[in-house]
């Protein structure tokens, strides 16, 4: 299966990174890493993309890394899926506040309601 | 992210404790409630039904409401609960976030919900807050979720995002 993991920097999408890797040494799953910036948080493509390259190194995974540019990196996450076929997008999501309460970010929403590719949303 | 709010601060609600009859004539007292009350508050996370969680809580699993009671009952939180014959049947909370603002969240169990009662607890929660000097309070609440937006509205909460699942609202004390 070819997966579409994006990641933007959250400490859930570091985290949907790490299970990602661990399934795909399980399953031989193709993975690309799609980098995006998330204005949500604070971090830019250059940080992040360092933070994954170090984790493929030490899990000793190859995986091809794309960098999303533009405003809306839902959108060019979902058309990225489609133009180039993968099976399915994975995203970590769902930040709980102090009180406990599960909220979607807005690039995580927009790919659950428009992608046409299947999607999983790592909690 | 800053948020927003309503320019104008509310008016006065009322403090704890008050005893109120909800449209069902049943008594029910509202009372201020902390770490002290935590057996009767998890009593009543025991009997709630899974089927009327939001957004992810209350937890289901004892050690996890026990995980969540600590933190929502602990320091610098403000809680009211609801209390019938002896029993909690609803709570409502405020907890700090990370910029000095309070989120708060209600529960009511099953039996005693679409009786005002959750009416009463966030007026009674946001009186006591008033008491202890806080200013800014917001909450995020499911889209679908009308009879809580329209009592949030009504006690006089303000929409200040309406774009996601959840819709934002927050009052100015």
Redesign the interface.
């Known amino acids: 299966m070819n997966i579409l993991l994006g990641v933007g920097g959250s400490e859930l999408s570091y985290q949907a990174l790490e299970e990602t890797l661990d399934r795909a040494q399980a399953t031989g799953d193709n993975l690309t890493v799609a980098i995006f910036d998330n204005e949500?948080v604070s971090a830019d493509a250059d940080e992040i993309r360092d933070r994954v390259e170090e984790t493929l190194a030490e899990t000793d995974f190859d995986a091809a890394i794309r960098r999303l540019e533009g405003d809306s990196p839902g959108s060019e996450l979902v058309s990225l899926a489609e133009r180039e076929e993968f099976d399915r997008i994975v995203l970590g999501g769902?930040e709980?506040?102090?009180?406990?309460?599960?909220?979607?970010g807005?690039i995580v929403?927009f790919v659950l309601l428009n992608s046409q590719t299947p999607v999983t949303l790592i909690r | 992210?800053t948020r927003d709010y309503p320019d104008e601060p509310a008016d006065e609600f009322p403090r704890p404790p008050r005893t109120v009859t909800d449209r069902e004539d049943r008594d029910v007292e509202i009372l201020a409630a902390d770490m002290a009350d935590y057996d009767s508050v998890l009593e009543m996370y025991l009997s709630f039904d899974p089927a009327d969680r939001?957004?992810?809580?209350p937890?289901t699993r004892e050690p996890a409401i026990e995980d969540?009671l600590d933190?929502?009952l602990g320091e610098d939180t403000l809680n009211v609960v609801a209390v019938h014959e002896g029993s909690v049947v609803g709570h409502a909370?405020l907890?700090?976030?990370?910029h000095g603002e309070y989120?708060l969240?209600i529960f009511v169990l099953q039996a005693f919900q679409g009786a005002g009662i959750g009416t009463n607890l966030v007026e009674t929660l946001l009186g006591l807050a008033q008491s202890a000097g806080l200013e800014k309070v917001w909450l995020?609440v499911e889209r679908w979720n009308d009879p809580a937006v329209a009592l949030y509205r009504k006690v006089g909460f303000e929409t200040t995002e309406a774009?996601?699942?959840?819709i934002e609202m927050s009052i100015r004390l």
């Open positions: 949500e769902g709980r506040s102090t009180l406990g309460k599960i909220q979607l807005a929403e | 992210m939001a957004q992810g809580i937890p969540w933190t929502i909370t907890v700090p976030d990370r989120e969240a995020t774009e996601s699942f959840e």
